[in-house]
């Protein structure tokens, strides 16, 4: 049973675009070896086919789904968030490829989740514009259905929450040169970090479901660059340790757990 599967715990790292996810999921890579590790799906967004194989020549079936957002929001937002969940879903549903021995106390973390693809990106694609109401409420409506219909299936029981200021997030992005991204500019990112700050810090964001709603956070101050430091590395995994010890204990706490 898909309970049974997935027995163990499950943790989401959220954060700013160019946070540094990918370069911490790494590091976790590293210090917990043992752990199943589900990155986001970004290779997806910027390949897919557009139509059937026998529609078009192979040079013309395949579209960047995350350019065209990024290029032209309010035509290709529904779209995009649309797709994005549908690939965040499929990636919290993926059964293990390898059963753990010790399947109760496995940890396996996601890159983002379907929660901060509604409650920060949609979410904000709407109160900017970018989503008419009316898609906004349909979005709304089968999410809630998904969440729904898969229960706990896709729980979340900790979320890891990457904290840096929007302008240490841009300079970031600017570095990696990902070219999809290299319109965005920093009033965008400030508006994800109120997003953020609204689900995961203040609880001001209206979730729809209890669980999610009290999932402990984890707040990870990751200001300092940490890709080639390993003291500060060193100070993250701890603190990462240190919740998920928490989280496998009696006492679950239903309150933010911050961390500097």
């Known amino acids: 049973m898909a309970a049974a599967r997935e027995a163990g715990k499950r943790l989401a790292i959220e954060g700013n675009i160019a946070v ?6 790494r590091v976790l890579r590293k210090a917990f070896p043992e752990w199943s590790m589900t990155l986001e799906p970004v290779s997806k967004w910027q390949k897919v086919q557009a139509a059937g194989p026998h529609q078009a020549s192979p040079s013309q079936s395949f579209a960047n789904l995350l350019q065209m957002m990024y290029q032209e ?6 779209t995009f968030q649309t797709y994005s969940c549908l690939s965040r879903l499929k990636a919290q549903l993926e059964p293990l490829s390898v059963k753990p021995l010790k399947m109760w106390d ?23 514009g970018h989503l008419a109401e009316i898609e906004w409420a349909i979005y709304q409506d ?11 299936q896709l729980d979340i029981h900790g979320f890891l929450y990457l904290r840096a200021p929007p302008e240490i ?23 994800l970090h109120t997003q953020h700050e609204h689900w995961l810090m203040e609880k001001s964001t209206e979730i729809h479901s209890e669980n ?23 100070r993250l995994m701890s603190q990462v340790k240190t919740f998920i010890k928490t989280l496998s204990g009696e006492a679950v706490p239903s309150a933010s757990t911050t961390a500097s």
């Open 20 to 25: 540094g996810k990918s370069t911490f999921v």
């Open 106 to 128: 496995h940890v396996r973390v996601f890159e983002r989740s379907i929660y901060s693809d509604r409650y920060v990106f949609a979410k904000n694609l709407f109160e900017i």
């Open 169 to 191: 997030c841009m300079e970031r992005l600017r570095q990696r040169g990902r070219p999809e991204e290299k319109g965005v500019q920093l009033r965008y990112l400030e508006q």
């Open 142 to 152: 089968w999410h809630t259905f998904l969440q729904q219909a898969f229960g706990d």
């Open 212 to 234: 999610i709603r009290n999932a402990p956070v984890l707040l990870l101050d990751v200001t300092k660059d940490f890709e080639d430091d390993t003291n500060e590395q060193g």
């Open 73 to 78: 929001p309010s035509r290709w937002s529904y």
